[in-house]
Nanobody, 125 residues
Framework: EVQLVESGGALVQAGGSLRLSCAAS????????IGWFRQAPGKEREFVGAISRSGGNTYDADSVKGRTTISRDNAENTVYLQMNSLKPEDTAVYYC??????????????????WGQGTQVTVSS
C-alpha cells in the first residue's frame, strides 16, 4: 500500500521555525520526485516547493523563497521541509505528494500520483 505520511505540524509564533517530515512507503522512493503543497481555509491548494529524485534539484515558490529548505534522505524514505521566519499567512494544512515524472511541472498538483493526508501548521501573530 502506497503511503505518504506528513508530520511535524504545530502551533508556532510568528518568526518561529518548523521542520515538516514526509515519510513514504509502498513504492520505490528514489524513483519519485516529491512536492510540498499547502491549503488554507477557503483557498486553493498552493505549491510550496519540490525536490527531485536524487535531491540534486529543488524548487521553491516565490511566497516562501529564502525561508524554506527542502531535503530528502532516500535511505530513510523521507523528505523534509524546513520552514523559518514563519508568518501568519503560512497557516495552512501542508501536504506532500509524489510523482514519477522527471520532466514535469512541479507546481501543478495534477503532476503528482500520490498524496499524504496533511499536517496542520498554525502561525500566531
Amino acid at each position: 500500500e502506497v503511503q505518504l505520511v506528513e508530520s511535524g505540524g504545530a502551533l508556532v509564533q510568528a518568526g518561529g521555525s518548523l521542520r515538516l517530515s514526509c515519510a513514504a512507503s509502498g513504492f520505490t522512493f528514489d524513483d519519485y520526485a516529491i512536492g510540498w503543497f499547502r491549503q488554507a481555509p477557503g483557498k486553493e491548494r498552493e505549491f510550496v516547493g519540490a525536490i527531485s529524485r536524487s535531491g540534486g534539484n529543488t524548487y521553491d515558490a516565490d511566497s516562501v523563497k529564502g525561508r524554506t529548505t527542502i531535503s530528502r534522505d532516500n535511505a530513510e524514505n523521507t523528505v523534509y521541509l524546513q520552514m523559518n521566519s514563519l508568518k501568519p499567512e503560512d497557516t495552512a494544512v501542508y501536504y506532500c505528494a509524489a510523482t514519477p515524472f522527471t520532466d514535469y511541472d512541479p507546481e501543478r498538483p495534477g503532476t503528482y500520483d500520490y498524496w499524504g493526508q496533511g499536517t496542520q501548521v498554525t502561525v500566531s501573530s
